[in-house]
């Protein structure tokens, strides 16, 4: 997992090694700069946590404005337990420890919940502030109780952190990963311990992102419907968001914010003739706001292709940016006015492609040029021409997630021993026909083949 600091003045990497004897784990935070190591913090030495969470739900790393400081989510670490008749010294009897030193008797196999599938282990989470001069580690207190924080980052001003939180209270916690659906809340969390919701309560978010001029975006939805389904694209100001964290009694944030794109129930027509089919991305490009100027760019499922899109989030008005050759393109970085995106098809693998983002009101005429060198295609692969195949059908397209045109390794290299794969898609996946948000039953819609 890596950050570059905001003026690109440092790099921050998070390493992890495994010992080779007991595979146990060990993380190392490296800071570069200039092409030299400049520190290397062993995470795990002061063992003031636990495993630090590099996955795609929780995982953070992410620099101050004045990028004298980290912030990263780890594991957080288990309090001390022991049997209920254990004998140890006397002296230890008489120690005046504070209650958190104590080992709670008896909890030594309580059973706790983890995160599912793709997040074994991981019960409970916590933020952790890493000073990089003198590379002191803290962790940050403030949060309720029975709440698992991700996605964090700073607010501009430096004087504290947004982020993510879920409930690890709910008797069941299911899984995460693939569900956009789980109770979550948007949150603020001030360095003096000031804890304030930003979001409604009983929702689901994701994909804090602060725009320039101070103003936050995020992803949100109803929860408790499909895994995951057609997402807003939500806004609170500066000001809102000022108001809220002043606010002395700890009340959150109920209706606030402003919906910049609302689901979609059917499709939605756009300036350049095409359609939109609403927001199904999990995530926001970590930098989504390319000119600084109000308008941001994200990639999202579109009928049976990846997407991209500028957005105006003033006035909610979106322009499709996307490659006009047949394929899934999908963006990956926005920096200054430069747009960084992946564009690959059925028979081509993935190939980068830059552009620069036209000024507003011209998004429509964006040029995209590739910048890397395009891999070779056995000829098998992109002219099949064949009466007789066997056949492989791939049935998982959807409900809850759907197939595209895009290049799949696993497929090509059914293609490559003589296999004809089948990937089929249910009526009611994603990018398609979101009026049907609730319902996940149908048969396939559509069949995409090699």
């Keep these: 997992m890596t950050s570059i600091s905001p003026k690109e003045t440092y790099k921050a990497v998070i390493r992890e090694e495994k010992n080779g004897k007991d595979n146990s784990k060990k993380f190392f935070l490296e800071i570069w700069s200039k092409k030299c190591l400049s520190h290397s913090i062993d995470l795990l030495a002061l063992e003031i946590h636990g495993d630090v969470y590099t996955d795609a739900e929780f995982g953070t790393l992410e620099w101050s404005s004045d990028e004298k400081y980290l912030i990263y989510i780890a594991e957080e670490k288990p309090k001390k337990s022991e049997p209920f008749i254990k004998r140890k010294p006397a002296e230890k009897d008489k120690d005046g420890a504070s209650g958190d030193k104590k080992a709670a008797p008896g909890e030594e196999f309580v059973y706790r919940q983890d995160w599912g599938e793709q997040l074994t282990g991981k019960k409970s989470s916590v933020i952790v502030q890493c000073e990089v001069e003198s590379e002191t580690l803290t962790i940050l207190q403030g949060l309720p109780d029975n709440k698992c924080p991700g996605q964090v980052r700073f607010t501009p001003d430096g004087k504290g952190i947004v982020g993510v939180v879920w409930d690890a209270a709910r008797p069941r916690r299911l899984g995460l990963v693939f569900c956009t659906n789980r109770i979550s809340q948007l949150f603020y969390l001030g360095f003096d311990r000031t804890y304030r919701r930003l979001s409604k309560d009983l929702c689901a978010v994701r994909s804090p992102r602060f725009l320039h001029n101070g103003d936050l975006i995020w992803l949100q939805r109803v929860p408790d419907e499909p895994h995951h389904a057609c997402m807003k694209i939500v806004k609170l100001t500066k000001n809102k968001l000022n108001e809220i964290v002043s606010n002395k009694p700890a009340i959150g944030n109920d209706g606030v914010e402003s919906v910049v794109v609302d689901i979609v129930d059917t499709s939605t027509p756009l300036i350049n003739g095409e359609s939109f089919y609403g927001v199904y991305a999990h995530s926001l490009p970590r930098r989504c706001e390319p000119s600084n100027d109000g308008r941001v760019v994200f990639s999202t499922v579109s009928v049976n292709e990846v997407r991209c899109y500028v957005l105006e989030v003033a006035s909610g008005k979106l322009v499709d940016i996307s490659r006009k050759k047949r394929g899934s393109t999908t963006i990956l970085c926005a920096n200054g006015d430069m747009l960084l995106a ?109």
């Design 342 to 450: 992946s564009f690959s098809s059925i028979t081509t693998p993935a190939q980068l492609y830059v552009a620069k983002l036209p000024k507003a009101g011209h998004e429509h005429t964006v040029n995209w040029k590739r910048v890397s060198d395009p891999d070779l295609i056995p000829e098998r692969l992109a002219k099949l021409k064949a009466d007789v195949f066997p056949m492989l059908v791939w049935p998982h397209g959807g409900p809850h997630s759907a197939f595209v045109d895009s290049y799949s390794l696993e497929t090509a290299f059914f293609c490559l021993i003589g296999e004809l794969s089948r990937l089929n898609r249910c009526r009611k996946c994603h990018g398609q026909i979101p009026s049907a948000k609730n319902r996940s039953s149908g048969r396939q819609r559509l069949q995409t083949r090699y």
